[in-house]
Nanobody
Framework: QVQLVESGGGLVQAGGSLRLSCVVSGRNFNRYAMGWFRQAPGKEREFVVGRGWGGTNLIYGDSGKGRFTISTDNAKNAVYLQMNNLKPEDTAVYYC?????????????????WGQGTQVTVSS
């Protein structure tokens, strides 16, 4: 089974930036759609940003557009989430996920593989 491992979370002051990383095992990384989700205490898991196979189907969630960007490094089997101008309401556990059909969606149910998450805390 494919495994995903996130890193890069931590504590940051409002207005600051973080870059999250997700390393993906397996031989089919280039075929996957990749997405980032987050979940704050007491809230449902929320779609942040995703990109389909070959750079198609780039989509954003409601909160991150204009501040967050997704990128990939195929040589490293890695996907990144660059987060700028962070706000306290961005505080959550962030998860990366892979979708085997290559089409990114906002629905967490559509994704096949998940990392264990990395905590992001934004202070005011």
């Amino acid at each position: 089974q494919v495994q995903l491992v996130e890193s890069g979370g931590g504590l940051v002051q409002a207005g600051g930036s973080l870059r999250l990383s997700c390393v993906v095992s397996g031989r089919n990384f280039n075929r996957y759609a990749m997405g980032w989700f987050r979940q704050a205490p007491g809230k449902e898991r929320e779609f942040v940003v995703g990109r389909g196979w070959g750079g198609t189907n780039l989509i954003y969630g409601d909160s991150g557009k204009g501040r967050f960007t997704i990128s990939t490094d195929n040589a490293k089997n890695a996907v990144y989430l660059q987060m700028n101008n962070l706000k306290p309401e961005d505080t959550a556990v962030y998860y990366c996920a892979a979708q085997a059909t290559g089409l990114a969606t906002r629905s967490p149910e559509a994704y096949n593989y998940w990392g264990q998450g990395t905590q992001v805390t934004v202070s005011s």
